[in-house]
């Protein structure tokens, strides 16, 4: 991990911690609130460990706040600005690839907007997001292979898809040309519906 993604980490975790005892909730609560392990919840407070997109998601719904309002320090301003080279960089792909987390809205409607990039080779995994959940991607350059379900999509340079975000999809670069996309997705009623204050019983 380098010293950026070093110090998103540590930032995330703090966050959690806070949201987490914010709501009197123990780590095992977070953790069945989250549908995800205790020491995942133990790795990404302590910034020990590298958490995919899916297990921060999984959090960041069950505290009710939003991918976006987990990695940005909260601001009084109506307006965020991210400058150039200070995105979260949320996925580190085996071959080089980044997915970054470049603007997003705050709950309940939460829309985020990402640049990604596949080296050669690269393949992220996304599993289904909340019911209602839509992407969209649009292809700056190279080939991204899209599957959505079990429908498999080529797009090249310029192409754009629309497409649910609550199955289990990926994007992968099939060529040996790096590939660029950004990527925009819309998770609707975070907190509001499929999670409520307190963890379920």
Avoid: C
């Avoid at 540590?10 to 914010?22: D, F, P, Y």
């Amino acid at each position: 991990m380098d010293a950026d993604m070093a110090a998103l980490a540590a930032a995330i975790g703090a966050r959690v911690r806070q949201e987490r005892q914010g709501r009197g909730w123990t780590l095992d609560q977070m953790a069945e609130a989250a549908g995800v392990s205790r020491r995942a919840v133990v790795n990404v407070e302590q910034g020990a460990a590298n958490p995919s997109v899916g297990t921060l998601l999984r959090i960041s719904d069950a505290l009710g706040i939003g991918l976006p309002t987990l990695v940005v320090p909260p601001t009084p301003r109506p307006v965020a600005v991210t400058r150039a080279g200070r995105a979260a960089a949320l996925w580190s792909g085996e071959h080089g690839g980044r997915g970054l987390l470049v603007a997003g809205t705050e709950p309940p409607d939460v829309v985020e907007l990402w640049d990604w990039s596949l080296a050669a080779g690269d393949r992220h995994d996304s599993e289904a997001h909340v019911a209602g959940t839509k992407e969209l991607l649009q292809v700056r350059t190279g080939t991204v292979t899209l599957v959505v379900g079990d429908q498999t999509y080529t797009l090249t340079e310029g192409d754009a898809a629309s497409f649910p975000g609550d199955v289990d999809h990926a994007y992968a670069n099939d060529t040996t040309s790096e590939a660029r996309f950004s990527l925009a997705v819309f998770e609707p009623g975070v907190g509001s519906t499929t999670h409520g204050d307190e963890p379920s019983t």
